[in-house]
């Protein structure tokens, strides 16, 4: 399994970008990156997954450059409500992610 | 979908007293995984099934922690006796993986277990 290390916290204004890396330095070559959400009191949340370059959907983007030793989440124009835990995951099909303590983010007002 | 379901949601017992959680998996995901997270130690992975199987149980603590997975659509995990250092959020999570290489978790609200 990919060990991952991302920031314990981080804080941001409502309204600007947000962007979370992740390192992934022995990440295996069929290993996904996937990223998860988490509320207070509220299970995690899957946000987004990718292999390589960009992937983008409705609440999120990622960036995985070429070498795949690292990702960044990109989340725009953050609000009050984007406040949670982010956790950067490594793995494929075969095996169970695992968590780390993940990115505390506080948009502030 | 409902989704994954837990019961109970909170859970207040005695030290000693015997504590069984229960989880409803998304119907048709072959895998099945039960979390427990603490302030100090995160999400930890606990035990996981596919099709009912236990597949990896390294993460229970000790003996006193049991799971079960009697069909595709119900799980218990049992602490007895429970001790105040059980006292956390755990968490359900079922999969349809092994399909294909990509793997997505979907958690249940949890149950906030608080022994005293």
């Known amino acids: 399994l990919a060990k991952t290390t991302q920031p314990i916290s981080m804080d941001s204004y409502e309204g600007q970008e947000v962007n979370i890396t992740c390192s992934h330095n022995?990440?295996?070559?069929?290993?996904?990156i996937t990223w998860y959400q988490q509320f207070p009191s509220q299970g995690p949340r899957f946000i987004i997954q990718g292999y390589k370059t960009k992937v983008t959907n409705e609440v999120a983007s990622l960036f995985i450059p070429a070498d795949r030793k690292s990702s960044t989440l990109s989340l725009p124009r953050v609000s009050l409500s984007d406040t949670a835990v982010y956790y950067c995951l490594g793995g494929s099909g075969n095996t169970p992610l695992v968590f780390g303590k993940g990115t505390r983010l506080s948009v502030i007002a | 979908d409902a989704g994954v379901i837990q019961s109970p949601r909170h859970e207040v017992t005695e030290m000693g007293q015997e504590v069984t959680l229960r989880c409803k998996p998304i119907s048709g995901h072959d895998y099945l995984f039960w979390y427990r997270q603490t302030m100090m130690r995160g999400l930890e992975l606990l035990i996981y099934?596919?099709?009912?199987?236990?597949?990896?149980d390294s993460g229970m603590p000790e003996d006193r922690f049991s799971a079960k997975m009697p069909n595709a659509s119900f799980s218990t995990l049992k602490i007895q006796p429970s001790e105040p250092r059980d006292s956390a959020v755990y968490f359900c999570a079922s999969s349809p993986i092994g399909s294909g290489d990509k793997e997505t978790q979907y958690f249940g609200p949890g149950t906030r277990l608080l022994v005293l």
């Open positions: 099934f596919n099709n009912n199987v236990p597949i990896d």
């Open positions: 022995n990440i295996a070559t069929n290993d996904y």
